[in-house]
DNA sequence: GATTAGATACTCGGATAACGGCTGTCCGAGTATAAGGGG
DNA sequence: CCCCTTATACTCGGACAGCCGTTATCCGAGTATCTAATC
């Protein structure tokens, strides 16, 4: 798995709290992480329309749907692609033994077991919002996201 | 993933069908796929317990537990490896508002959701044994699994 | 015919290159802002 | 005092290299089998 999803997934934590845009680079500056590389991922993320961007001098980001109907899901999907894990290459219609293409109508029992676990873990991440881990975040570390919003609106040191 | 995991696995389902040791380069030529690639495959499952070398002239791989007590789990992480796919980075304690280490005992909000999301995948693939896997290719496709076991005691054409 | 020594051929095992994708970086296009001059 | 023009500085967006993991491959160590000679 790609490790900016973390990185995206904290930006939109972050998003949830602000209501004026917030650039990449502050954002960056924010985490402690390569800004040129955020905004790769941001740019991910707004392709994918989960965030809006606002170009100009006060631009920035900003969600552009609701923090509870943005799903971790959307996230991961948006930035590692939608595609699977696993991809059945079909080797049972390969090889001397070659099972014949019109008994293969349907996926085989490892195909389908492959399919089943990525949907398990796919329905997992579905059922978490952004607005989710906001609210966690907001119980264990009170204040923290009030913090930040102040300190992304202040010029840099 | 690595896209090894589908020929160990459907490796494993062809040593359910077979007494008498499989040479890799037969199982490779069976599936038609790389011989020395697979080599590395079966040496990984070798490594993890799940199958067992036997060397000489009529060597080869044979299972060295029970087909019901082999997960695909098992096989999965074999291959690619136990390390999970998502790895917190806990950026959450750098940067300029960086949480204090104090408060920091419990992964975070996001940490969790991305485990509790692989330990959904995680146990799918537990609660599916390469047995099961035998049991619906038997059925879909009778006789295939006969089919190989003979195959392979023959010669290469 | 049984035994034993040897040669053989086949097996796995780990060490070694080539490719693709993720990681990291850069500069150009575009726009809201701010300043400054004029009415 | 208000408005318009201009310059500005800041933003995103896509195009460009570097590194690590997966893919693919090879040859050497080791062993059960087969052969053949001997008793």
Redesign the interface.
């Known amino acids: 798995?790609s490790?900016g999803?973390?990185?995206a997934?904290?930006c939109c934590?972050v998003l949830t709290s602000v209501d004026e845009p917030a650039p990449a680079a502050r954002l960056a500056?924010?985490?402690?992480?390569s800004p040129s590389y955020l905004a790769k991922q941001l740019q991910a993320l707004s392709g994918a329309g989960l965030i809006r961007s606002v170009q100009g001098k006060a631009g920035g980001y900003i969600l552009a749907r609701s923090p509870g109907s943005i799903t971790?899901l959307d996230v991961v999907e948006a930035v590692d692609g939608p595609s699977p894990?696993?991809?059945?290459?079909e080797?049972?219609q390969?090889?001397?033994?070659a099972?014949p293409p019109e008994?293969c109508t349907?996926p085989?029992?490892?195909a389908r077991?492959?399919a089943?676990?990525?949907q398990?873990?796919?329905?997992?991440?579905r059922a978490?919002s952004i607005a989710?881990?906001a609210r966690?975040?907001g119980s264990?570390?009170p204040g923290?996201l009030a913090?930040?919003s102040t300190?992304l609106r202040q010029a840099q040191?």
């Open positions: 798995m490790g999803v973390e990185w997934l904290h934590v500056q924010l985490h402690d992480v971790v894990a696993f991809v059945c290459t080797i049972r390969r090889g001397p033994l099972t008994a349907a085989c029992a490892i077991t492959m089943g676990a990525e398990a873990w796919r329905e997992a991440l978490v989710d881990l966690d975040v264990t570390n923290a913090g930040i300190w040191a």
